[in-house]
Structures are given as C-alpha cells and as structure tokens.
C-alpha cells in the first residue's frame, strides 16, 4: 500500500511538472520577475508533554531518552513530566490532566479505556514502520489489546521471581548433603524448581538458626497468587469480571495446603520481633533471609546492598510453572493536540536504542526482545547472574482482571490473607478460605451479597480472631 500510494504521489508530480512547462512556453513572462524577498523567521517547535513514573533513576533515564528525541528534531520540543508511581499517574490522567504521551501499568488499562482517555495506537504506530511481531513480547503487547485495538505500546514486562542469597542457599553444597536441589544443566544453569526444592533451600539456609531464615512470601493476593496457579487453582471465579476470588475451589485449597506447609513453618520465616525491626527486603540485604519474591524493579537496590550476593529463579512449581507481574505500556491521550508527534516519539521510545537507555538502569524487563536480550539488560558482569530468568518467565504470567475497586479489595481481604499465612496454631483451611471468598464479594458483586437482615457484625466475612502479634 505504502508503495503504491508512493507511485500515485510521483505520478501527480510528473502530470504538474509537465503541465507548467507547456504553459511557459505558450505564454512567456514580457518582464523578468524580481526574486521575492523572504526574511526567515525561526520556526517554534511544537510542545508535546511525556509523563513518566518511577524511582529518580529511571525518571532520570526516561529524561535522557526525551533529551535524544529532541536533540534529532527541529519541529518538536518533548517535555518530561513525572509521578512517583502509577497510582498518582492514573489519578491525574484521569482528572484531565494528561500528557499527549504517557507511561501506564496494565492493570489501570480498563480504567482508563472505560474514560475514554486513550488514543488507540495501533495504526499510529504501524504508520511508523513500529515491528509489532518479533521485535516485541507477543504477551506484553497482547495484554494491551483491547475493544479489538492496541490501546497502548507494550513497553516493559516484570515477571515475579525468586531472589535468593547464594551463600545462604548453595546448591551443591545441598547436593553434597543430599537435599532436593533444581537440576542444573550442562553448563550448571537451574532454570526451574520444585516446590518440594524451594522448600529444602529454606530448611538448608535456616539450619543453623542465630535468626537465619529461609523464606518470606507477602500474605497478598500478589504474593499467593503464583502458587495458586501453578497448583492449577484460580484466584478469581472469572478472568474477565470476576464476581469473588475463588479460594474455596478445591484446586485453590490444594495449592494453598502444600505452599503454606512451608510459609507457615515458623522454623523457615521471619520471627515477628525481626519483621518488626526490617523489612523482609531489609532482612534480605542484611543476609538474615534467604529467599524472598519480587520483581525487576529490586535489582538496583539489592546491587547497592553491601556484602550480597544475590541470583534469581523462576517461581516454584507444584503442577505447571505459572507467574504473575506488572506490564507497563505507553499511551496517547486521545485529547492531546499532537497526536502525530506523540506518536513519533513513542515509536521513537520503544527503539532499540531508547529502550536500552532504561533498560540499562536494571528497574525494567524490556517488552522490546532484541534489547531484552543484549548486554544492556542482561549484563552479565552484574548481579543477578541469570537475569535471562526474567525473559524465560513472562510466558508463564497470568494477567489478572480488570478490577476497577482494586484498593477496596486489597483492603477487604489482606487481614484475612495475614491470618492464613501468618496466625499461629492449627489453620482451618476450609473456614478461611470462605471467608476470604465472602470477603472479596462485598466489593466485587455488593449487589448480591447486601442483606437488609445482615448487620456488618453478623457477617461471616469478619474475622474471628486478630492477626498473629
């Protein structure tokens, strides 16, 4: 097509050319004309805004990827504007305060598309000569289709993984005493594990106690929300418009069972008295805990920590290796008034050469595969030895709903979800797994769950006991 409508453009300029040349000759000027005078005057650029969120590195990063934009065009100023995290990005975007281009997280997508505040960037960026295929994750940029467009440009993709203190969990040192270790490969690469080794690394890495633990996972739909999946349970009752979570599935129950076996083992985690001085990411660095999940964005932070050393791996399986994260993507506002030039500087940002700007920071898996898998994010002079983990793991990430009351039912079901992981004592899975799924009905399908005969004391959502001191 685009040749084609090349071919026609040329055409038209042969037929004027030609024209203007038979009209010379059958009406000659009788007076040479003067040359016409032009005083240049300098042309202002156009202004189009970028807004961005993330640590001051990456702010940082994000500024010099606008600073090369502009340094390459004449016709257009880009202006970087930033947000400490998505939260305060998305409340602006949506108070009519957006900029022509934004970075965004994939789950405040349906939000945002239900405001009619995106500018669907599909042909835009097609236009661009913009390699949707194998330039680019298949599954970061999929999570941003929607209503049959692509909303926003897949730009970053985080998958949750296992980072572990290699001097506190030594493999062969495990094998050497016979405990269950991740098999390695011919070049003694472990890229998969059990869920019966990650526990044997937590019993290895808290054997000699002096307050060494082995293990700390966040009593959140986030941080359970891995094992339930690979236990080939769910954690909503619809993928699409989930109406409760879905602990009381049986699949649910049996993933929770085998995983908290070893998260609710008090020899393995966290005592309450160290969780009340530190964090579990503080204990990490401190080298008082062996393994704890997280994401790209704690590479930086754990390359600084002093005296550890550190590597990853993917998430522990019970039945099939499943994930979760956090896809990031760049937007149009479809009330900007340069959508044109937003969209050259988007195509422009998820270059080769601008994403690895970022990516270089190591905040960012890159949705762009050829920079994903150069020096620039793999780097391999640098801890995490096996980032490539990070790639291998997107394909297994299971993308949550859209759930608009989010924070609602964060708050609604974590207390319950504390007392699972966390209480002392002997744990009635059956009863807390149904309050936990009554719990999250308040806020997902209120409708069906009020009863004017129901008081809020008498709903068997309350939990029954305080969490563990």
Known sequence: MLLRRLSLVGCALTVALGTAACTDDAEPESQPSKPPTTSKQPVKPREVTFGAYGSEEEVAAFQSVVDSFNAASSTRKVTLKSWPDHESALEDVLAGNAPDAFLTSR???GQLVAADALQPVSLLLDERGVDFGDRFSRDAVDAFAMDDELQCMAYSVSPMVIYYNTQMVDFDKMERREYDVPTADDEGNRDRWTLA?????????SRRGNDKRGVWIDPTLQGL????????????????????????????????????????????TP????????????????????????FRNLVPELRDAEGLDFDVLPMPIIDTRATVGDISGLCLSSDS???????????????????????STGYIVPANTEVA????????????????IFNASIRYMEVPPFIDRRDELTEAVTPLLERLVTAPGVLDLELITEQIDQAS?????????????????????????????
């Open 225 to 268: 929300a891995p094992f339930i999946y690979s236990g080939d349970g769910e954690v909503f009752d619809d993928d699409r418009e989930p109406t409760s979570l879905s602990f009381s599935d049986d699949n649910t129950r049996e993933a929770l069972s085998e995983t908290l076996a070893i998260l609710r083992d008090p020899t393995l």
């Open 271 to 294: 005592t309450n008295a160290q969780l009340a001085r530190a964090t579990p990411v503080q204990l990490f660095k401190r080298g008082e805990l062996a393994m704890i999940a997280g």
């Open 373 to 388: 898998a150069s020096e620039d994010f793999l780097a391999p002079t640098l801890e995490p030895e096996h980032s490539g």
């Open 107 to 109: 789950i405040d997508l």
């Open 441 to 469: 009905q308040a806020v997902l399908s209120p409708e069906e769950t009020e009863s004017p005969s129901e008081s809020p004391s008498e709903s068997p959502s309350e939990p029954t006991e305080s969490p563990s001191e």
């Open 337 to 359: 008034q340069v959508q044109g030039d937003a969209a050259d500087f988007i195509a422009y940002a998820v270059s080769d050469a601008a994403i690895a700007t970022v990516a």
């Open 197 to 205: 080794e990650f526990g044997a690394a937590a019993q290895f890495a």
